[in-house]
């Protein structure tokens, strides 16, 4: 995907907002990739800030990622988690759960 084509999950747009589905869609292509994506009990993370994610998405602010984050995280279809080497860095790591596998899937 370039950076001027973007792609999103109906479903995820009907549960969650076209912005959520738009997020979703970018990490799903970032966790598919060997580079960009680490594992931790059998699940693919990856590791984006709010402020990474709008570099991507220059459309969305910060807040907007922010907020369609927390509407994956409540439908459940992302968990996170904090997995970094130093304590000063908050960075969070995201990871499709079973279910939000199974919507990107579909």
């Known amino acids: 995907m370039n950076n001027k084509e973007i792609t999103l999950n109906a479903e995820i747009a009907r549960l969650c907002g076209t912005n959520a589905a738009v997020v979703a869609s970018k990490l799903w292509e970032t966790h598919a990739s060997p580079d960009a994506a680490f594992y931790i009990n059998g699940y ?38 904090v997995y970094n080497k130093s304590k000063f860095d908050h960075t969070h790591s995201y990871a499709f759960t079973s279910y939000g596998k199974d919507l990107m899937r579909s």
């Open 44 to 81: 693919p993370w990856v590791k984006a800030s709010y402020k990474r994610i709008t570099v991507y998405l220059p459309f969305l602010t910060v807040h907007m990622v922010r907020t369609a984050v927390k509407k994956l995280l409540k439908e459940g279809v992302i968990k996170v988690g």
